[in-house]
Every structure is written in C-alpha cells, then in structure tokens.
C-alpha cells in the first residue's frame, strides 16, 4: 500500500477519524495565481499546457506550494475526451471553449470512437504519472472527468450555452440519439478514469456542471443513470488502497437522495444548499464535499473565517467532510484570501475531531 | 367590481374553484410568433415596441388571438426601473441587456432618484391602460417586475453574468451598500407595482432570475427580505377586487417554504422541482405556478400532451395551480406547439375540477 504522508483528503471521503477537516479548492491551480499566469503566459495558451506534462505538473503544484492544501488535482479540462473524438476542442478568447465540429446527427453520434487513453489522452496520463512522482507521496492526486450529460452539452450546443436549446431539442423530440451519444461517452468516461488511476489518480471525481439545467425525471434519465453506469464500471481499489469517487452535481441540491444512491463514496454539494440539511439527509451515506461560495473569498479575512466556523459548525462532529469550495476559486480572488480560508479550515475544525 | 368574461386565472392564484386549470406561457409574447417579429421589424428594436403603447398593446394581445391563453401579460422589460433611474439601458445584437452606467459606489448607489412612474415610467402606465381597454374584460392581464436582488445584479454587473463576481464581492466586501440599493429598487418597484395596479393589472408577478445563484442565508439576507417588503407594500385589493401577487424565483426550489412565508399569494415554479413536493411541502399556504421544461415544447404532439398530463397528475385534485412553462418559452418553438400546448392543460385538467 501507498503511504501518504497526509491522507486525511481520503480518509474523509471514506468516512474514516482524520485529525482536522480536509480541504482543497476547485480550480485551485488558475489565473487568480500570478505564478499561473506566468506559465501560461509564456506556453501559449490553456491547452499549451495541459498537453504538455511537465507545465502541467508544475501548476498542478503551484497552489500547494502556498497553501497547505490537503489534496492536489490534475491540471486539466473535462473537454479533452470530446476532443479525443475528434471534435476539436479550441478557445476563444473570453469566449470559453467551443467545438469545431459538434454533434448534430444519429450517423454524427455513430461514428464517434472511443478513445485510447494511452494513445489520444496520452498527454494526460503523462500528466498524471508526472504529478504523481513530484508529489512525492506529500498528499493525494485527484483525477477527474466531466459527466457524460454535461459533455454532451458541449458536444451539442458547440460550447457554453444559456438555455441548452439544442441538447434539450435532441432530448425531447430523439431521445434515442441522446442516449447512444451519453452511453458511448460514459463507456469513454470509464475507461478515461481507469487510465487515471491506473497511471497514479488516487480518487476520482465527476463534474456534472449542467445536470441541474434538467427536471427531477430527466436527470435522472439523462444525467444520474450515466454516473452510475460510470461508478459500476470505475476500478474502486488499486494496489490495495482505496480508490473514493465523488459526483458533482451543480444545482442538485434537491436530488441528493438520488445520487448518493448511485454507490459514489462523496458528494460535491455548492452553496446553494446548507450543508446541515445535506449531512441529515444523506450524511449516513456518503461523504459531503463543499459547499462555501467562492464569492466569501472577496470578503476581509474575519468574514473569511466566520463563514468557514458556520459551515463546519453545519456539519457538526463526525467524520465525512471534505471543505471545498461550491464551485471553481474566482480568478479575481486574492491569493492570501484562499490561504486565510485554507488555514481557517484546519484550524477551527480540529475541535470537531476527537 | 370589475367582471371578467374568464377569471380562472385570479380564481386558481387564491385557491378558489375552477372549471378547468388556468395556463399561461412567460414570453407568450414574443420572437417565436411571426407576428412579434414583424411588429418588431417595423418598430425597429424591443425597446421601441415596449415604449410604444399601441405596439406593446398589439404584441400582448398577438398570442392570445392565436391561443386559448388564460391570462395577458404586460409586454415590458424587467429593465424598466433601472433605465428610469438613469442608468441607460441598452441592447446589442445577441448579447442580451446592457446598461451604460452601471452602478459602482456607495455614491452612485444615494444618488439613484426614485422614478415616478407617472413620469419617467409613464410608457409602462400607458400600456397597461391601453392593454386592459383592448382585452375587453376577456382575460385578466398580468403586471410585473423583477425581484430587487436581479435587478441589482444588472445594475452591477452592467448587463447578464455568469458568475455574479461584481456584486458578490459587493455583497461580501460591501454589504451596506448593497443593503442601501436592494432597498432603494424595493421601494421604486412597489411604486412601479402599484401604479400598474392603479392602471389596470390585475394580478403581479415579481421576477427573482437570479436569486437562485445565492447560498441560503444570502438569499434571505439579499433577495427574499427584500420581495418580502414589496408583498407587505403592495396593493392587495383595487376597486373591490383581489390583486393576488405571484414571487418567483428560479433555481429556489430548495427555499419554498420560506418564499411561501411572504404573504404572497402564489410561487412560480421552475422545472426543476416535482409540482407533487412543492405541493407536498407549500401547498397548503399558497397557489402553484408551472411548471413544465420549455424544451418540452420542442416534442411532438402526443410527448406535450403527455406532460401536461404527468403535470396535471402531479398537482392531483384540488384548487390552487396555474399551468405555465417553468421559465420563458424558447423563441424558436413552433408556434402550433404551444397551442397543443393550451388545449391539453385545459383538455386533461376538467377531471380534476368536480
């Protein structure tokens, strides 16, 4: 078995005694760092540096060079399977990402492979395999992917969208096609997943960013099943250690019974729901990861603070809490705000474990 | 009192007996009718239309000559209020509302007037006046605003958002001057509210778009305090007459309860919570507006048809539900679609009002 020389990150999300909360920050490695702006400055652009490994690996690790982050997560996109399939992924300035060649047809769907993720995604399992060593078994790596709901929104609508017009078309008037599409992407979600851990991810988490733009019955059809088809098919220890998965549903705060029956291991939850009434609703379950809302992180280093007491005060005495934030870190932030809140957690919840 | 020729819509919005359940469609006036869109070609742009009176007139009555519609809605912008306080609105091509001065300063915030809505406003007065003469008394018309807290986020954001960061950070860096502006657009919307009330609608509704982008707390603290003070502010009766009021907030799904608290009449429903809970949880103190997926419409005849019967199954028996979409109806929706639309809501409702 792997030693960590802090483990805490995965003993909350398996529910086990930790001395203090954990806590790491989505997009904790991003553009509100100015040794990120830096690398990114001279390698070009955002994919310049999640195809390279080592850049990759490098501001993977900024953030825990300032904070006493409790786990590191891979530097990449959740659009890079999307991309491995050919669509081409490319960005626009201010714009977010977009696709050259979105999906628009049954034959469109049928013709889309699955990647090999030691062959197309291969810079990423570089990534990963390099973080790993630098981490030098400091604290554990995360991998991710996004949802196949929310992939499917980007291959679909070509980008960001507001309304999901063309997904929700798709879903409504040729279902049929939608679910080839999601359970094709699903199939490459796990495998993409199994080649992170294979290659040094110690846990896993799936963003579903766009799951909660659907309504209770189609979540569940078009988001909730395809996680768990996913969890069915992830590798849930390797080489003997535990391998946790946490699904992220944004604005799924109402469905929380629903995923956590998916056999996940923790919860992302954002700030839209207090953290007490999650703990009591599906607390004997499964870990909760979250939930303050980015935006506390603009406030004085005494609201900082207070808002960090209150939601580990929600969550009360118990093991099964990873701090996080409800969403990405603002890129606007300043640095020593999320240090304030990264030391605020460790220091005011060790009460909470005796 | 005035007499309606069809008041099921006032009648469901305070629980009382029915013959078939009431429907509506947000936008109902709007770019998916041909009609709109040739109004909107000669008057040039959608603030022309909506300061004409005759042409704002014209686009509010187009769809209920096309629909059994149960209720007219002002054609208006949520905007209004901000642009009469001298904030300039604007709007470019495909990028949604904008304003030229947006709000920056504790300064910018006392300096703000409180239009009369006789004068600045007097546009929004006309319509309602030349609306309420042309529908004859056929079907009640509907005024509105948006909540307070939506209509700050444009006044400081400058225009849409995706992440809110500007008035985040005011919320968290500067809450009292938040606090002071939330008050101060509180206070010109009951005026504004009252006034369309003095000129003839019938019922309001009160817009939230954005309070659901708030944690729990904030949204209490930031956006429902202050919808809770234009409830308590409003004009409940007018000449004998019940003018119920409907609070909306999208994404609220979690907070109906305390929505409900208000003293409101009705809450409008987005999609993403069952009708069955929201009855379950709030529907002994309030009506139920919604709340059916837009995308819905984008289905086949028979799949609409079925929803509006799962929606209606739902809600079950009782008084108390208004039909509508749970957000504006999507502007490249075949019009002959919301008709199915209307005609089942009434077709499979009359069952349940024996």
């Known amino acids: 078995m792997t030693t960590l020389k802090n483990d805490r990150y995965i003993r909350a999300l398996l529910k086990q005694p930790v001395d203090a909360t954990p806590v ?7 553009r509100y760092l100015p040794e990120y702006k830096a690398v990114r400055k001279e390698a070009g652009d955002f994919m310049a540096v999640c195809t390279n490994p080592e850049l990759a690996c490098e501001v993977t690790l900024q953030p825990l060079r300032r904070f006493k982050l409790d786990a590191a997560i891979l ?19 201010g714009e977010g990402p977009k696709f050259k060649h979105p999906i628009k047809s049954l034959a469109d769907v049928k013709k889309l492979p699955n990647p090999d993720p030691e062959i197309e995604l291969k810079y990423v399992m570089d990534a990963v395999r390099t973080i790993r060593k630098n981490l030098k078994g400091s604290v554990p ?9 929310t992939l499917a929104t980007y291959m679909i609508e070509g980008g960001s969208s507001k309304a999901f017009t063309k997904i929700k078309k ?3 008037a040729e279902p049929q096609t ?15 997943l199994n080649a992170q851990i294979a ?19 189609d979540y569940k059809l078009f988001s909730l099943q395809y996680m768990e088809k996913i969890v069915a098919g992830l590798t849930r220890e390797y080489e003997g250690n535990k391998v946790p998965v946490t699904l992220f549903t944004k604005n799924g705060g109402m469905w929380l019974e629903s995923i956590a029956a998916t056999g996940c291991d923790a919860l992302g939850l954002d700030w839209t729901i207090d953290i007490a009434d999650a703990k009591a609703r599906v607390g004997d379950k499964v870990a909760l ?7 506390v992180l603009y406030a004085s280093k005494e609201r900082i603070e207070q808002e960090v007491q209150d939601i580990l005060a929600g969550f ?14 603002h890129l606007d932030v300043p640095p020593e705000n999320a240090g304030y809140f990264v030391d605020a957690v460790h220091k005011y919840s060790k009460q909470y474990h005796k």
């Open 24 to 30: 790491w920050m989505m997009r904790q490695a991003g």
């Open 75 to 93: 530097f990449s996109d959740i659009l890079t399977i999307p991309d491995a399939m050919g669509l081409g992924l490319y960005f626009e300035a």
């Open 141 to 149: 790596l995360i991998g991710f992917s996004g949802s196949p709901w």
């Open 170 to 172: 798709m879903a409504f």
């Open 178 to 192: 939608l679910h080839l599409l999601l359970d094709k992407v699903a199939d490459s979600v796990i495998t993409y």
């Open 199 to 217: 290659a040094g991810a110690q846990s896993v988490m799936i963003f579903d960013t766009w799951g909660g733009v659907l309504s209770p019955r």
């Open 289 to 295: 990861q979250g939930n303050m809302d980015p935006s």
């Open 316 to 329: 009360g005495a118990g093991e099964g809490h990873v701090f996080n934030l409800g969403h990405g870190i």
